[in-house]
């Protein structure tokens, strides 16, 4: 219980901080400096209202000196955060299992929320990916660094290949992201790519299905949402997912 209680605050402060990497990554703004303050009159924010969840919830969503709405964002990516790190450390038993979920959880959930508002996935959330998945995997879990190197190069080479063959379809920030999963999911890369190619396509139908075939296929839908969701996903149930293929169809 004491850990579940330490994965929620820590989580819980991360999403915090991932709001902060979500508003001004994009804006090419310091992650560190100014502190957090009000975006529209430049207030700095106080301790007490900056407590993960239970700030806005007291502020009633909006800036105590000039009354600026706050978005739901906050609170959500906070509590999402917090929840989900919580559900990596009830999955995984090893040190590595859980290091490496918590890491893709704060990696996927600001490239999500980003690719939505600004269609990008910034190099910089990859690359950190990259970096501590490297790190993290050699220093915990030697063993299994070689599987998801293989994993990695796969998963970003498929993704890869579906960027050049449609160009306006898939972009280099869901290649990389991809790849990144697989250095940090190993094979349960797999389910979570197919989870999140059904989830786009399963979407894509729908906004043609309510805009018709023409204005359907103009929509510009981002991909790095679903990725993230087949990551997710993968962190909870990816291993089960491929020991059930192996047991069904490969013996």
């Not at 991809?178 to 197919?194: D, E, K, N, Q």
């Amino acid at each position: 219980m004491e850990a579940i209680t330490f994965a929620g605050v820590l989580g819980a402060i991360f999403g915090s901080f991932l709001n902060v990497v979500v508003h001004r990554l994009p804006r090419h703004e310091s992650l560190v400096s100014p502190a957090s303050h009000c975006p529209r009159c430049d207030t700095p924010v106080k301790p007490y209202d900056n407590i993960p969840i239970l700030s806005w919830l007291l502020l009633r969503g909006h800036c105590r000196s000039c009354g600026v709405s706050i978005s739901v964002r906050y609170p959500l990516v906070e509590a999402g955060t917090a929840a989900l790190c919580v559900g990596a450390v009830i999955a995984h038993t090893s040190a590595a299992g859980i290091a490496l979920s918590v890491t893709l959880i704060l990696i996927v959930v600001p490239a999500a929320v980003i690719d939505l508002e600004h269609r990008i996935i910034p190099n910089r959330i990859t690359l950190l990916g990259a970096v501590l998945a490297l790190v993290l995997g050699t220093a915990l879990d030697p063993a299994g660094e070689p599987g998801r190197l293989i994993a990695g190069a796969a998963a970003g080479g498929l993704l890869l290949l579906a960027a050049l063959a449609y160009p306006g379809g898939m972009g280099m920030g869901d290649v990389k992201l991809a790849a990144v999963m697989g250095l940090l999911l190993g094979s349960a890369v797999a389910p979570a790519i197919l989870i999140a190619l059904l989830a786009g396509v399963l979407v894509g139908a729908v906004v043609i299905a309510r805009k018709g075939a023409v204005a359907g296929r103009k929509t510009a839908i981002p991909f790095g949402p679903f990725l993230a969701l087949g990551a997710i996903v993968a962190v909870y149930v990816g291993q089960p997912l491929v020991q059930f293929y192996v047991n069904s169809f490969l013996h």
